[in-house]
């Protein structure tokens, strides 16, 4: 079998691409990712899509397996403001967050036009079929080739597949969380045959009303965290205020001490 993986992780160091502590990030706006999700398509064999944000590189600090997975999977886009402020520190700037819900917009879209179905695993039992529904109200003659709840036990684990597999669908997207869906997509990414799959977080629940997206400033300006932490209080303050917020800080003093030294050794 093929490795899928191998042509990225030879990639590390080329210049599309970014260093953020120990995850590797394109450097791409939402055009150039879709341009590079329409060659996915055309090449017809299973991708992995990740959208990074500073929990993935907060979790990949910790867990060595977690970062090989990311850094192998053939696009990862930066789905957060601080790494794209991060990235302007370390001189090599991302030119634009981009988020799973862009990316399940953009490719719903592209889906409708192409004729391509998509493939909507996870979330809270009845959460994928809101969304899909207003999916379809959003981008008429998409076709939605299943839902699936992300509730399922390892014993039913093969039935979704199966069931995947069986619709074969040209988009998958997983909503199963940070890191169980980036570990499960990578898992099973042969097995599935869908061009694209794309780890998307809470994407569903936003989409389907379940929960609310931040104001667009609140997003511009960094803040988005803040806004799922007042709506999720006791889920999410350990993972924002004791985990995320401080690797941001300590990755920024890195970055800045980097230009601080690249300076001095310039004179």
């Not at 695993?121 to 999916?135: D, H, I, M, S, T």
């Not at 992300?150 to 199963?176: K, N």
């Not at 998307?200 to 609310?212: A, P, Q, W």
Request: net charge positive; glycine share 8%; charged share 20%.
């Amino acid at each position: 079998m093929m490795d899928r993986t191998l042509g990225r992780q030879t990639l590390a160091v080329s210049p599309g691409r970014i260093r953020i502590r120990d995850l590797y990030l394109d450097r791409l706006d939402l055009p150039a990712a879709m341009e590079r999700i329409e060659g996915f398509l055309q090449e017809g064999w299973p991708h992995q899509v990740v959208t990074v944000n500073v929990r993935f590189v907060t979790i990949a600090s910790q867990d060595p397996a977690f970062a090989r997975v990311v850094n192998g999977a053939h696009m990862a886009v930066a789905d957060g403001m601080p790494l794209i402020w991060l990235s302007r520190l370390m001189g090599a700037p991302i030119p634009q967050r981009i988020t799973g819900s862009d990316l399940l917009f953009h490719c719903a879209s592209l889906a409708a036009q192409r004729g391509h179905s998509i493939f909507l695993l996870g979330a809270a039992p009845g959460v994928a079929q809101e969304a899909a529904w207003r999916l379809v109200d959003t981008y008429p003659g998409l076709r939605i080739a299943g839902i699936h709840h992300g509730y399922f036990s390892q014993a039913e684990e093969q039935e979704v597949l199966r069931c995947i597999r069986q619709r074969r669908p040209q988009f998958l997207f997983v909503a199963l969380g940070c890191p169980r869906q980036e570990f499960w997509i990578h898992r099973h990414l042969d097995e599935l045959e869908v061009p694209v799959c794309v780890g998307i977080g809470g994407t569903l629940d936003v989409i389907s009303g379940r929960l609310k997206r931040a104001p667009l400033w609140m997003q511009r300006c960094g803040l988005e965290w803040s806004y799922r932490l007042a709506q999720e209080p006791r889920r999410l303050w350990k993972r924002y205020i004791v985990e995320d917020v401080p690797t941001t800080f300590r990755i920024a003093g890195l970055a800045l001490r980097q230009r601080l030294l690249a300076r001095v050794d310039h004179r």
